[in-house]
C-alpha cells in the first residue's frame, strides 16, 4: 500500500441507517467529519500498537521503565525514555554498557547485576528473572 494516491478514496461499508443520522446533523460536512473521528481514534491508539521502549534480547522494557544496580553500597537509577536508556543526561546503547558504566567501567553480566521496575510495577526486579 505504499503507493497510494493520498487523492484517492474508498468506500466504506457504514450501517444506513447510522449514515443518515450523520448526514441529518451534518449535510455539508458528512464527509470530513467521518475522516477526522478515524484520525483521532487512530492517533489515540498509536501507542497500543507501537509502543516506545527497548528492547533487550527479547525483553521489551516499556517507556518509564527503570533500571538500577547497587555499587559499593550506593543505587544508581536510570530510565527507559521513550526508545532510549538514559542516565545522568546520557544515552546508552545496551543495558550492559549501561552497567559497566554505572560500576565505575568494569565487566559485568548486566542479566546478574541489573534490577528492572517496570512502569506499573511497585517491586524491583533482577533482570536475570525477566528473561
Not at 533500571?67 to 532510549?84: F, S
Not at 536508556?85 to 552497567?99: D, R
Amino acid at each position: 500500500m505504499a503507493n497510494l494516491d493520498i487523492n484517492s478514496f474508498v468506500c466504506i461499508p457504514l450501517r444506513t441507517k447510522l449514515y443518515v443520522e450523520i448526514i441529518n446533523r451534518y449535510p455539508d460536512t458528512a464527509g470530513s467529519l467521518i475522516e477526522d473521528v478515524l484520525i483521532d481514534f487512530l492517533d489515540r491508539t498509536d501507542s497500543d500498537i507501537h509502543p516506545e521502549g527497548f528492547i533487550w534480547n527479547q525483553l521489551f522494557l516499556p517507556n518509564g521503565t527503570q533500571l538500577r544496580t547497587k555499587y559499593l553500597g550506593e543505587y544508581k537509577v536510570a530510565e527507559i525514555v521513550g526508545d532510549k536508556i538514559i542516565w545522568h543526561n546520557k544515552n546508552y546503547p545496551s543495558v550492559s554498557n549501561l552497567a559497566n558504566e554505572m560500576r565505575n567501567n568494569t565487566s559485568n553480566n548486566a542479566w546478574k547485576v541489573m534490577e528492572i521496575k517496570l512502569p506499573n510495577n511497585r517491586e524491583w526486579q533482577l533482570a536475570d528473572r525477566l528473561r
